[in-house]
């Protein structure tokens, strides 16, 4: 292609008339690959312009509080102390509670639709899940407060008191909003990613992975357990470290439902606050500087953990030699 | 004999439970879905109605009133996204398809995947300190560009993909006949692949048209027309999220109203995207 793309070639080769033809610029193509490369680059100069405005717009906060920033449980905007400990408590034990949720359920929903289930079921599933995760997370939001969290106060709730209210993480008064109720919503959030991406993976796995196991006469669930699942272990791990990643800055539907009170308690019904709802709550009500800064800095944090889980999300689908499926759903 | 007839069976029966737990959960996953769907439909269409699509929101306290500002303030910063993140996500994505060192592509597509996971809310806060606190106000410029720039590691990484689904016979041809190179990409290239490309372009904004959190510190909201691109606007995920959490009823109606337009907007946008590509991104003929 290089030897045909080149003027001069072609000219010396064609003969006098073509010999006569002046040899076409080589200014547009040069141009036209440095613009394109300026724009790949962009997504370069993003990652750091973000973390420059984030670093930058926290700097006072940084020098103030230092490493007990993140340490520190007082957050008071009156007396100008923040400590951002209870967020990341939150936002730790809500994506958790998302996770033990919606891992298995992603996983054993992607064997379904590549092992399992009949062919003529497995598209219009797929299409259900890319529906489900095009939902904006508002709506999801919208339906926690009105809909989920009243029946999860009247009939879940009661039930686990009931049921385990001998451990602490069961206690206590039932409010409905809740950073169970958070980790509710951050599961159906992530549901979506984990499973299209779990799929992927497990339709990377050779067939003669599972030709081989039946031929030694493993029954169909012996075969994906065996054949299927330990191989695609490092793909899948891979797969709900993405969705780690989405859970743990999802905003709106977890400010929604999760009840917004920045402390540090055992148990699970009682309202939580998370560094992304944090920042959207709080942001425009940020009178002070200091307070501003403080946000800003939620917000590096935020960045720096989310920035290090989609690394090794990545890092880990990449050995699959999956073709990145983080993009058949956003 | 007999221990290895049980054994079997129990193996059989086991294998059975674990297509029944696959199968429970796949329902389980798609539940959310159809029970947002019916409670949409449910709260929510009684109210979408004539008033609802022209009229400004009532005043606090009066009943009544729409969401027209909210539904054209969407459109205006979805094109103002679009302005941004096209170009830049375009573009991007031919250098990753046609040009670049196998390895410095693996790199950059890494990092765009990295890009596509940042939080949108760190959106919000970063052009609020780039834009809003520089030109001191919030604006519909801010909004734009917030979800303009979460557009950009999505289109490159959709358009990159259809442009390597183009035969290498096409773009050997057009060198052939002496077409430089960029004119081969742009007339050829991109141009076999252009249904592709907008499909994923309709992709990107489809999934940003229901953002909200990157709008709270850029585009603010604003409960009346915009009258200018320096200042605040409406945006229907904005609108939804604030009646949501207030405390009238009526107001909570409208938000349903305004969430199943705006469900319903962004699937059918999905639906034109499977109607255009219908099985392949590349004209191929």
Request: hydrophobic share 55%; glycine share 8%.
């Amino acid at each position: 292609m290089s030897i045909l793309a080149n003027g001069d070639t072609a000219a010396l080769m064609a003969g006098p008339v073509a010999a006569r033809m002046k040899p076409p610029s080589r200014f547009g193509d040069k141009a036209f690959e440095w613009l394109t490369l300026a724009m790949a680059m962009a997504v370069v100069a993003l990652v750091f312009l973000v973390g420059w405005q984030l670093a930058r717009g926290s700097s006072l906060a940084i020098q103030k509080f230092g490493f007990h920033f993140l340490t520190t449980s007082t957050w008071d905007p009156v007396a100008e102390q923040f400590g951002a400990l209870p967020f990341v408590y939150g936002t730790v034990v809500s994506s958790l509670i998302g996770l033990i949720i919606a891992v298995p359920l992603s996983i054993a929903t992607a064997v379904y639709l590549t092992e399992l289930a009949p062919l003529w079921i497995r598209q219009p599933l797929v299409s259900l899940i890319e529906m489900l995760a095009a939902i904006p997370s508002v709506i999801l939001g919208l339906w926690g407060i009105f809909v989920m969290i009243p029946w999860l106060r009247d009939y879940p709730f009661p039930l686990f008191k009931k049921l385990f209210g001998w451990t602490p993480l069961f206690r206590g008064p039932i409010y409905g909003v809740s950073m169970l109720a958070g980790g509710i919503i951050i599961a159906i959030m992530i549901l979506p990613i984990i499973t299209s991406v779990s799929r992927e993976i497990l339709r990377s796995v050779p067939n003669l992975q599972r030709e081989a196991a039946y031929a030694l006469g493993a029954t169909r669930w012996e075969v994906t357990r065996i054949a299927v699942l330990s191989y695609a272990k490092k793909g899948l791990f891979g797969a709900v470290i993405l969705g780690l990643g989405r859970a743990l800055g999802e905003t709106m539907a977890v400010t929604m439902v999760i009840g917004n009170t920045p402390q540090i308690a055992a148990s699970l019904f009682a309202p939580g606050y998370t560094l992304a709802s944090v920042i959207a709550n709080e942001f425009t009500e940020a009178t002070t500087d200091i307070y501003l800064q403080s946000l800003f800095e939620i917000g590096l944090v935020l960045f720096g953990i989310t920035i290090l889980a989609n690394l090794v999300a990545q890092l880990l689908l990449k050995t699959m030699g999956t073709k990145m499926a983080t993009r058949a759903v956003q | 004999m007999q221990a290895t007839s049980t054994n079997h069976s129990w193996r059989k029966i086991k294998s059975t439970l674990a297509s029944a737990l696959a199968f429970t959960s796949a329902v389980l996953v798609i539940a959310p879905l159809g029970l947002v769907f019916f409670h949409l439909l449910k709260s929510g269409a009684s109210s979408v109605n004539w008033d609802f699509f022209t009229h400004l929101p009532a005043p606090v306290g009066a009943i009544g009133g729409g969401m027209a500002n909210a539904i054209v303030g969407s459109f205006e910063l979805l094109g103002l996204a679009a302005i941004i993140g096209v170009p830049i996500g375009v573009l991007g994505g031919v250098y990753l398809a046609e040009y670049g060192s196998a390895r410095a592509n693996a790199m950059l597509r890494f990092v765009a995947d990295v890009l596509n996971g940042v939080p949108s809310i760190i959106w919000g806060i970063v052009v609020y300190g780039l834009v809003v606190l520089r030109f001191k106000g919030f604006s519909a410029y801010a909004g734009g560009l917030a979800l303009g720039l979460m557009m950009v590691p999505l289109i490159m990484r959709t358009t990159e993909e259809v442009l390597l689904l183009v035969p290498n016979g096409y773009r050997e041809a057009a060198l052939a006949l002496g077409i430089t190179r960029w004119k081969t990409i742009v007339h050829i290239v991109m141009k076999t692949a252009s249904k592709g490309i907008i499909t994923g372009i309709l992709l990107a904004l489809a999934r940003v048209a229901g953002e909200t959190a990157p709008l709270l510190f850029t585009a603010f909201g604003n409960r009346f027309w915009n009258h200018s691109l320096h200042e605040p606007i409406a945006a229907l995920p904005l609108q939804i999220f604030s009646y949501a959490i207030s405390p009238y009823d009526d107001w909570h109606r409208q938000a349903w109203a305004g969430a199943l337009v705006l469900v319903i907007t962004i699937f059918f946008i999905n639906m034109l995207v499977r109607f255009l590509t219908r099985g392949r991104m590349v004209s191929v003929t």
